[in-house]
T-cell receptor, first 116, second 113 residues
Framework: NAGVTQTPKFQVLKTGQSMTLQCAQD?????MYWYRQDPGMGLRLIYY???????DKGEVPNGYNVSRLNKREFSLRLESAAPSQTSVYFC???????????????FGAGSRLTVL | SQQGEEDPQALSIQEGENATMNCSYK?????LQWYRQNSGRGLVHLIL?????REKHSGRLRVTLDTSKKSSSLLITASRAADTASYFC?????????????FGAGTRLAVHP
C-alpha cells in the first residue's frame, strides 16, 4: 500500500511564481490535511478537508488555496509564492471519528519548497 | 498558537538508557497523541491516550496523562539507536474541532551506540 503520496518532493520557486502540491491517499480516508513544518515551530495546519466536497481553514491559511478534487486527492496551491512560504509541506489523511473518538493521521513523506 | 509544547527540545542518551519527553498543553482535550519523525520523513503515529486514561503502554513506550496539570509524558525504555528521531505530541482542539490536530515543536532524541 502506498498510503499518502505527495508530489513533488522538492521544488524551487522564484518569488511571485505559482505552483500546486499534489496529494493522494489510497486508504479510503474521509479527511485530508495540509501542514507546514518550519524549524522550531512544529507542524502548523494550513487547510483541511473533513470530507469530500468540504474544505476549511487551519491556523495559517493566508497565501494558500486548496482543492479536494475527489475522495483520494487534496491539492495545495500557492498563487504567488513568497520567501516566507519556504517550508516543508506535509499532507495527511484520516478516518475522522466523531464524538470522543480519535483522529489519527497518516502522513506523506513531505514536499520541500524553497522560494527565492 | 501552539497547543502542545514539548520539553526538552533536545535529548541525547546512550543505548539502553530510558528517554523521557514531556508535553504541556493549554486547553481541555479529548485525546493526546504522540508521533515520531525520522529525519527527512513524514510523521508516524505511535500511541494515543484518551482524556479519561492516566497511563498507556505499547511495547517499550509508556505514556502518562495528567489532565489536572495539562501535561503528558512519553517514556521510551531500553532505547536503541533506531529510536533516534523527533517526537511530537498532538492534541485535538478540544472545542469539538476533532478535525484539527495541533502539534508541538517536538523533542529531538539522539541515541548513541
Amino acid at each position: 500500500n502506498a498510503g499518502v503520496t505527495q508530489t513533488p518532493k522538492f521544488q524551487v520557486l522564484k518569488t511571485g511564481q505559482s505552483m500546486t502540491l499534489q496529494c493522494a491517499q489510497d486508504m479510503n480516508h474521509n479527511s485530508m490535511y495540509w501542514y507546514r513544518q518550519d524549524p522550531g515551530m512544529g507542524l502548523r495546519l494550513i487547510y483541511y478537508s473533513a470530507s469530500e466536497g468540504t474544505t476549511d481553514k487551519g491556523e495559517v491559511p493566508n497565501g494558500y488555496n486548496v482543492s479536494r478534487l475527489n475522495k483520494r486527492e487534496f491539492s495545495l496551491r500557492l498563487e504567488s509564492a513568497a520567501p516566507s512560504q519556504t517550508s516543508v509541506y506535509f499532507c495527511a489523511s484520516s478516518n475522522q471519528w466523531t464524538g470522543r473518538g480519535a483522529n489519527v493521521l497518516t502522513f506523506g513523506a513531505g514536499s520541500r519548497l524553497t522560494v527565492l | 498558537s501552539q497547543q502542545g509544547e514539548e520539553d526538552p527540545q533536545a535529548l541525547s542518551i546512550q543505548e539502553g538508557e530510558n528517554a523521557t519527553m514531556n508535553c504541556s498543553y493549554k486547553t481541555s482535550i479529548n485525546n493526546l497523541q504522540w508521533y515520531r519523525q525520522n529525519s527527512g520523513r513524514g510523521l508516524v503515529h505511535l500511541i494515543l491516550i484518551r482524556s479519561n486514561e492516566r497511563e498507556k503502554h505499547s511495547g517499550r513506550l509508556r505514556v502518562t496523562l495528567d489532565t489536572s496539570k495539562k501535561s503528558s509524558s512519553l517514556l521510551i525504555t531500553a532505547s536503541r539507536a533506531a529510536d533516534t528521531a523527533s517526537y511530537f505530541c498532538a492534541t485535538d482542539a478540544g472545542d469539538g474541532g476533532y478535525n484539527k490536530l495541533i502539534f508541538g515543536a517536538g523533542t529531538r532524541l539522539a541515541v548513541h551506540p
